[in-house]
């Protein structure tokens, strides 16, 4: 079963390391001791609390689509020719690319410090694991 230390935890949560022992301490997540002695979450506990306390940014689009992956974000770069466009969205912590034309950069209104809403619709997503 995994486990993560404090600090694991924190920087996988992106707060501090006080938070998740503020947390643990308010009962909101149960601290276990390691092997080594060290103040531990369980994985799959940290996964839900995760999940249940995600702060997700509301769409503004109020489109309805079938696409579920929705990341709304600011457009911080834009390089375009004239054809094609490079445009990249600051959507929390995660940055993402979009590659589309220029004439659709323009349609939009696209530019650094617009609202936007990247919307991600795949049929493949790759999964890794850092011990693989």
């Known amino acids: 079963m995994p486990q993560f230390r404090f600090a694991e935890a924190a920087r996988l949560l992106g707060v501090s390391d006080d938070t998740i022992r503020r947390w643990a301490d308010a009962g909101e997540l149960t601290a276990r001791l390691d092997t080594a002695g060290r103040k531990v979450v369980d994985g799959a506990e940290l996964a839900a609390f995760a999940s249940a306390h995600a702060n997700e940014t509301p769409d503004p689009s109020g ?54 809403v990247a919307v991600v619709k795949a049929t493949q997503v790759m999964v890794e694991t ?3």
């Not at 390089?79 to 912590?93: F, H, K, L, S, T």
Request: proline share 5%; net charge positive; charged share 20%.
């Open 63 to 116: 489109v309805g689509r079938s696409a579920r992956n929705r990341f709304v974000g600011l457009v911080t770069s834009i390089v375009a020719d004239r054809v094609m466009a490079q445009v990249e969205i600051q959507c929390g912590p995660h940055k993402v690319v979009s590659l589309m034309s220029s004439e659709a950069v323009r349609e939009l209104g696209l530019e650094p410090g617009s609202l936007a």
């Open 130 to 132: 850092p011990n693989g």
